[in-house]
């Protein structure tokens, strides 16, 4: 019997050593797995944020050259004083705290400087012959190949270390200046050494694999290397492993082979532990992947699983879909910098509001979902309320005031979707109807909405009645505005049904667009204008001149020999036809767009960019593009008293034009408290119901005659 116990002990030792080996293998199996994915991850998390970051950092930095490139090539070297200079320094915002200084230097000799901590000190620097080698080396290769060459870092004669961005100038090949654009070091350098944690090294490297910024030596084991996409520079930035981190991997590996040694309990305790700090860091990743880096509020990953959960619960609720008003605007003209500070700011407010019942999320740019876990509607509209009252003041943003509104389509669960796709899609069907009429408010989903889009198909199925000569061209007077005299004509495309009422002419435009059928429609416009234009000419002894919008499709080389040879069919002064660009798309690609306006400009036609300041284009496009008028959108002019945004965009759409020599034109002038407003800011013409809307040809030939009488 003893031996029989002797036995089964030793079978149950053997057993347990069995069972507990085989736990432990699998224990180490695991731990080695999670060891492997969490140093996997950890690298990619941090190679991801040092990439964006220096990314983000030069594209900053050569964005800023930019601008000081655009005003220097817009003004003109010879032309800048130090008044000037200093104007253009007030106003423009360099952001972030790594910018030092810049400077101008014609001939390689500083004239105008900035500093904000050492004055005008420099100014008379010679670069071209500075005592210093390195400075003269580098001066002499930006110029010589033409491109942007960084110094340093070293110490600054106004103190500090830094890097000296120099970007030459030239005008038709020959040299007339230098940028030189410096940056606090230290800052730059915060990552390029390794993160605190000592996982990896982050530098830049020129061409040649040569360092520009940071201490690793480019290796060919090199763990991650990628081409930076900037205009002026052939940079890489690359990313090593710390020899520091690698030891603390094969350490921890060794730690846990040697633990095969150890007690069951002790391998279990360790085991654990590391279980526990890694399941840590896993859950830390995923809080990065579901929150928006920029606002922290909750992302469309994190909406769609909580939504889903509550639709899959039976959960009734309200989704409402938000979109700022008219907030390119603060990204067009102050820029994306000071709109992602507004985007963050108005996400801390909406933060205040969440709670059990109300959750915020950001779906994308400046819309956001907010869901209402409640039944009544009462309480909904309550909660909107709170929303909107955010709204009511200014956002201060760097001591700058700015008013901006949200509209906001709401929808219920069940009744007016089935799925989150479905409650998205009608939600921003009635976010759209609030903005195309009313904005700064929020309203529910209607039938009538679907109403609506049934009205979409049967307004495409009646387009498709009508060809393109049953467009009429109607004419609107544009009127000096010194003199009140008219000077010439818009003209407008406009169809009629069969019972005599007016299509709506954006609606037309849009749809011809997504079917192709545009620059058909642009070329009927044209003719007719030449057609107008002829017999105005021969009745009258003034001259007047014509203009017409072009869609940014027919913009092309086929359309422009086009108005070629209409225009010397009819052998007319091409100087006497405005042809206008939509500004609200945008020059996708400004060398192309500058060759086609040219070879407009080359027949002899004058160009105007309609609509401007309402899409994205950049103010240094008006250096760049061939344009003779600037037609602003009324859209301003209607909201100057109540907004002060508007006005201030006004007057600095107005002195800019007259700096580039440009004639402004506004539009949808109604009453003479504006046209008084236009006249004081002073803009050459204008157009509007003050004057006159747009009429058929015969009754503007009466408004002609009228004209020619007053002489």
Not at 129 to 140: K, M, Q
Request: hydrophobic share 40%; aromatic share 14%; with cysteine.
């Amino acid at each position: 019997m003893r031996e029989k116990r002797i036995i089964a002990k030793n079978i149950g030792f053997i057993i347990g050593t069995l069972i507990a080996t085989i736990t432990f293998f699998i224990g180490v199996f695991f731990v080695m797995s999670e060891n492997m994915e969490s140093r996997k991850q950890t690298l990619e998390l941090e190679t991801s944020n040092n990439v964006n970051h220096y990314n983000l950092v030069l594209h900053t930095i050569f964005h800023n050259i930019l601008v000081i490139e655009t005003y220097v090539n817009t003004v003109g070297i010879d032309n800048i004083t130090q008044e000037s200079f200093d104007d253009f320094v007030e106003f423009i915002n360099f952001e972030g705290e790594d910018f030092v200084s810049f400077s101008i230097a014609p001939s390689g000799i500083i004239e105008f400087y900035y500093s904000k901590d050492f004055g005008e000190g420099l100014i008379g620097y010679d670069l071209v012959n500075d005592e210093r080698e390195y400075v003269r080396t580098a001066v002499e290769y930006a110029i010589d190949n033409k491109v942007i060459v960084v110094n340093g870092p070293f110490e600054l004669i106004q103190g500090d270390k830094g890097l000296v961005f120099r970007k030459p100038l030239f005008d038709e090949d020959e040299f007339v200046g230098l940028i030189n654009f410096v940056v606090d070091y230290d800052l730059l350098a915060e990552s390029f050494n390794s993160n605190d944690a000592k996982t990896i090294y982050t530098s830049i490297y020129d061409e040649n694999k040569g360092i520009v910024f940071g201490d690793a030596e480019y290796t060919d084991n090199i763990h991650y290397y990628e081409k930076i996409d900037l205009e002026y520079v052939n940079w890489s930035i690359g990313i090593q492993i710390s020899s520091e981190f690698d030891r603390s991997e094969i350490l921890k590996s060794a730690y846990l082979g040697s633990g095969f040694t150890l007690l069951y309990l002790l391998i279990m305790y360790l085991w654990s532990n590391y279980y526990f700090k890694t399941r840590a860091l896993l859950s830390y990743q995923n809080t990065l992947i579901k929150y928006d880096n920029l606002t922290s509020l909750p992302n469309r990953r994190l909406l769609n699983e909580e939504t889903n959960q509550l639709i899959e619960d039976g959960v009734p609720f309200y989704l409402g879909f938000g979109d700022l008003d008219n907030f390119k605007n603060i990204n067009d003209v102050l820029g994306h910098t000071i709109g992602d500070q507004y985007l963050s700011f108005v996400a801390k407010q909406f933060d205040k509001l969440v709670e059990n019942n109300l959750r915020i999320y950001r779906w994308g740019g400046d819309e956001f979902i907010f869901v209402f876990i409640t039944e009544e509607r009462d309480s909904i509209i309550a909660k909107l309320d709170n929303i909107f009252d955010i709204f009511k003041t200014p956002f201060d943003i760097n001591g700058s005031k700015h008013q901006i509104s949200i509209s906001v389509g709401v929808v219920h669960y069940p009744n007016d979707g089935a799925n989150l796709d479905e409650l998205i899609k009608h939600a921003d069907i009635v976010m759209y109807d609030i903005k195309a009429q009313y904005k700064n408010t929020y309203s529910f989903f209607e039938e009538k909405y679907l109403v609506e889009l049934y009205q979409k198909i049967e307004f495409q199925q009646k387009l498709d009645d009508y060809q393109i000569s049953d467009f009429e061209v109607f004419l609107q007077p544009i009127i000096d505005v010194k003199t009140n005299e008219v000077k010439g004509f818009e003209g407008l495309s406009r169809l009629f049904d069969k019972d005599g009422k007016l299509i709506p002419t954006f609606a037309v435009i849009k749809r011809y667009e997504q079917d192709g059928k545009i620059t058909n429609l642009d070329k009927h416009v044209f003719h007719q204008i030449c057609k107008y234009l002829n017999h105005i000419n021969k009745e009258c002894e003034k001259e007047y001149f014509l203009t017409f919008n072009i869609s940014p499709l027919s913009l092309n080389n086929d359309y422009i020999e086009y108005l070629r040879r209409t225009v010397n069919s009819y052998k007319i002064n091409p100087k006497l036809i405005i042809i206008e660009v939509i500004e609200t798309l945008g020059f996708k690609d400004i060398r192309i767009s500058i060759e086609l306006l040219n070879k407009i400009k080359d027949i002899g036609f004058k160009i105007a960019m309609d609509d401007f300041g309402m899409g994205y284009s950049s103010l240094s496009y008006l250096a760049k593009l061939p344009f003779d008028i600037i037609k602003i959108d009324k859209s301003f002019v209607q909201t100057y008293e109540s907004d002060a945004f508007n006005k201030t965009i006004l007057r600095t759409i107005q002195e800019i034009s007259e700096t580039l020599n440009l004639e402004t034109l506004v539009e949808g002038i109604e009453t003479q408290k504006q046209l008084d407003f236009v006249l004081d800011l002073g803009t050459n013409y204008y157009q509007g119901y003050l004057h006159s809307k747009p009429q058929r040809f015969d009754e503007i030939m009466k408004i002609i005659r009228k004209e020619e009488a007053k002489k």
